[in-house]
């Protein structure tokens, strides 16, 4: 299903003119508006789905598969030495906007570190507890 206030929905169906790199049955790979850098495209879904954890299987199944063809397209388009795949979900982890896709950044040897965090010590009694209850879930 497509929702008429969804930007992404208008944009992956073509309502709204896009600089589209690729194009399927399911999916629009569009130039990002303010890209990370030259070339970051993103994956959309025709179909409206809030993110990752709301969208069916066979969307996801699909989605890192045309993300990986976007970024072998642009490695070779752009000789960029590497490719990060990005995906938000949740305005707390970075998603502005609300229909899933998949972020695709360009990367050269040396530039500006993009995707990262900081890391912390672990502690083994904490971390077995901590995989025991996300295990629990799922
Ligand atoms: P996220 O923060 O993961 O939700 O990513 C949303 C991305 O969409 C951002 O990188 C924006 O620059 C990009 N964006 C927002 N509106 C448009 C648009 N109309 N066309 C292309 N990219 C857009
Ligand atoms: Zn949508």
Redesign the pocket.
């Known amino acids: 299903m497509k929702k008429d206030d969804c ?2 929905c208008r ?1 992956a169906n073509g309502e ?1 003119p ?1 600089n589209t790199v690729y194009e399927d049955e399911d999916f629009r790979c ?7 850098a030259k070339g ?1 495209t ?1 994956v959309i879904p025709k179909e409206h789905f809030q993110d990752a954890l709301n969208a069916d299987d066979e969307v996801l199944s699909k989605i890192f598969k045309v993300a990986a063809k976007v970024g072998e397209g642009m490695k070779k388009a752009l000789n960029a030495d590497g490719i990060n795949i ?3 979900n949740g305005e707390a982890a ?5 229909h899933l ?1 998949v ?1 695709v950044i360009p990367r050269y040897n040396g530039d500006e570190k993009m995707v990262t965090w900081t890391q912390h010590e672990s502690d083994s009694e904490e971390q077995k507890r901590i995989a025991e209850k996300i295990a629990a879930m799922i």
């Open positions: 930007i992404f944009i709204i896009s569009i130039l990002d508006l303010s890209p990370a970051h993103l990005v995906q938000n970075g998603q502005t906007v609300p896709h972020h």
